[in-house]
């Protein structure tokens, strides 16, 4: 009888609504991925404003591309599209590839300056004009480490991020790679 009153129940229509199964949340897009035409990442992010480039590559004091192809990127802090130094000023620099950090304080035309190194990968990475540095020379980074804050250091007309990728010794145009919102 017992056995005959489960069955009975389990074929009996529910008297309450089934609860329904969550479907599995997607993964969001990671915020820095390597792929094969190298790091793809914005090293600058602010809750207070938008990243803007403010000097592209092989432009300007970034000529010649092949020694000096960077981009400066800074915060437009009020929205008129334009760079806002105090917005600007001290923002947190993350890596936009893992790897060993080469840091180079007060060097000349950079400043203050963070070379982030995957021999592996053969990618390379690097920051100029930093206001502070938060990892030494030598020490492993993981991708998304804090390498310091946006300064003004070495031949630099304000405070901005001077950013360079490298593969192979070769100077490669990140445009395409940092994606900054």
């Known amino acids: 009888p ?27 897009t990671p915020r820095f991925r390597l792929a094969a035409d190298g790091p793809h990442g914005c090293p600058l992010a602010s809750a207070s404003g938008r990243v ?7 432009e300007g004091s970034h000529a010649p591309a092949d020694v000096w ?20 000023q001290g923002q947190p ?8 950090a080469r840091v180079y304080l007060g060097s000349w035309p950079a400043g203050n300056y963070v070379r ?15 206001d502070s540095v938060a990892v030494a020379d030598g020490q492993a980074v993981a991708t998304g480490t804090t390498l310091g804050s946006v300064g003004s250091t070495g031949m630099a007309t304000g ?4 950013y360079e990728i490298w593969h192979h010794e070769i100077n490669v145009d990140p445009t395409g790679l940092i994606g900054c919102r």
Do not use: C, F, K, M
Request: glycine share 12%; no cysteine; charged share 10%.
């Open 52 to 58: 803007v480039l403010t000097q592209g590559y092989g």
């Open 159 to 162: 405070p901005h991020l001077h």
């Open 2 to 28: 017992i056995a005959r009153r489960a069955l009975a129940a389990a074929h009996a229509s529910p008297t309450s609504a089934p609860t329904p199964t969550p479907l599995p949340t997607p993964s969001p």
């Open 93 to 100: 620099i993350a890596a936009t590839l893992g790897g060993v």
């Open 116 to 130: 982030v190194v995957n021999e592996q990968a053969g990618w390379s990475t690097a920051y100029a004009h930093l």
């Open 69 to 88: 192809g960077a981009v400066d990127l800074a915060i437009d802090g009020d929205g008129d599209g334009e760079a806002d130094p105090a917005a600007t």
